[in-house]
């Protein structure tokens, strides 16, 4: 029986390291309402919930985001550290609500199984929007790390169901949750740090990820032997000018996922027509120096204004 109810269960999370990168202690977010450990596929495992949250000034409906939390694909229950204190926090101010999911981690299933459960997410929301006080019209992705992978991910394949990349045929939507009938389109996205062309991890300065690097573990290959998989994993691989609008933010002294990740996938967006946005912080680590109040209005001004302009198309 397909069913979304609300399940508290326990779940070995895995260590975050690697692409996971710096979280800022998390604190106490002022809400109208919060939903916790909701199951968005209508099982019973708990890498398939997630937690809501409303905005403190209560309205009918809000614009959705969902954040994810970066881990290197190797946490599946990393939503209740998902830059609660910061990224979610300026987003309930600025009146989103916000989902935090958890995923699939590389333990549990290989690529393409995290974006399917992603796309699972953004149908939940939009087939949940009466009970959670959702506005489908504006659903938005957004993550740090290797969350900022998925949520790019997210929006370079909106609205794809399935490609060939190379020799490699990919499923993008999946077949998860009880609303397969919904759209798993979303208005924007915001990349926080984001591994985005796996084929080049070593574009600058990084760190040495030892014998199997975390993209090795996910796809359970090497990049030299089957180097079509890689580009399945890559946002940039199914940029076209019909993707969302994209907000990216780096900074330039990350030596887990090289500032080059970024600047590539700006590069490739506006190559294609998308309308982009890009910070790339001088000083800044990989979440470290990333989080103050400059770039945390920049990426609500930029939510603001892709909410304007598709009103204002009709959209």
């Known amino acids: 029986m397909c069913f979304a109810a609300c399940v508290t269960l326990g779940v070995t999370a895995q260590p975050a390291g690697g692409f996971g990168g710096f979280q800022k202690p ?3 977010l002022e809400t109208s309402q919060q939903w916790k450990d909701v199951n968005y596929a209508g099982d019973d495992k708990a890498y398939h919930t997630c937690d809501i949250y ?12 969902i954040h994810i ?3 290197a694909w190797f946490n599946n229950n990393g939503k209740g550290a998902a830059d609660l204190g910061t990224i979610v926090r300026a987003l309930l101010d600025a009146g989103y609500a916000v989902v935090c999911p958890n995923h699939r981690s590389s333990m549990d299933a290989k690529w393409p199984a995290q974006i399917h459960d992603i796309r699972a997410v953004i149908r939940f929301v939009r087939g949940e929007a009466k009970k959670y006080h959702f506005d489908p019209s504006f659903v938005a992705t957004s993550g740090f790390s290797s969350g900022g992978h998925l949520a790019s991910t997210a929006a370079t394949t909106s609205g794809t169901r399935e490609a060939k ?3 490699v045929e990919i499923d993008l939507e999946g077949s998860l949750g009880c609303y397969l009938n919904e759209s798993s389109s979303v208005n924007a996205a915001c990349d926080w740090s984001g591994p985005i062309d796996l084929t080049a991890m070593d ?3 990084h760190m040495t990820m030892g014998e199997n690097s975390p993209e090795d573990v996910l ?5 030299t032997k089957e180097p079509d998989k890689y580009l399945s994993l890559s946002a940039t691989s199914y940029v076209d000018k019909n993707d969302p609008p994209v907000i990216i933010f780096h900074g330039e002294k990350d030596n887990v996922v090289p500032c080059c990740q970024g600047k590539k996938f700006l590069e490739v967006l506006q190559a294609a027509g998308v309308p982009t946005e890009a910070t790339f912080v001088p000083e800044g680590g990989h979440g470290m120096g990333m989080y103050g109040d400059e770039n945390l209005s920049k990426m609500v001004s930029f939510l603001d204004s892709v909410r ?8």
């Open 219 to 223: 796809l359970n290959s090497k990049l």
């Open 69 to 71: 939390y970066g881990s």
């Open 26 to 28: 998390v604190t106490k």
């Open 165 to 167: 990349v190379g020799n």
């Open 308 to 315: 304007e302009q598709s009103a204002k198309a009709g959209k």
């Open 203 to 205: 574009c600058g300065d």
């Open 54 to 65: 409303l905005p403190k000034m209560q309205k009918d409906s809000y614009p959705v985001v």
